[in-house]
């Protein structure tokens, strides 16, 4: 179907396509340590942070403005002393550590508002 333009910002439609694999919502970096808008406002963040057993600060650039939902972080070392855990979060940052002392690299993903 066609869109509608309706007021300042409103589409209205009842079926709507991207044939270039690319709708951009709002600004967005597609950086390894990046973010983009989800719609509804949700934003999605995404990194790495080298973290050990007293080091692992992620920074949430731009930072939240609400809440911070959810926070996911995986290693990419195996064995039980590697296994990353958040244990501390603000809307501008968050902690994730291991429980060795040798560093290794920790994926992560963020959603929030």
């Known amino acids: 179907g066609a869109c509608t333009y309706i007021g300042i910002g409103t589409v209205n439609t009842v079926t709507a396509s991207v044939s270039s694999n690319t709708l951009n919502l ?3 970096t597609n950086a390894a340590n990046g973010y983009t808008y989800l ?3 949700i934003r999605l963040m995404w990194g790495w942070v ?3 057993s007293s080091t ?3 920074g949430f650039s731009p930072a939240f403005t609400s809440n911070v ?3 996911t972080a995986t290693s990419n070392t195996v064995g039980p002393t590697y296994v990353p855990a958040v244990t501390g979060f603000t809307k501008a940052a968050a902690t994730v550590l291991t429980t060795n002392t040798t560093s290794v690299n920790v994926f992560w993903t963020a959603i929030g508002v």
């Open 39 to 41: 719609p509804n406002g």
């Open 26 to 28: 709002g600004s967005f």
């Open 56 to 58: 692992g600060t992620i």
């Open 69 to 71: 939902y959810s926070i």
């Open 50 to 52: 080298s973290s050990n």
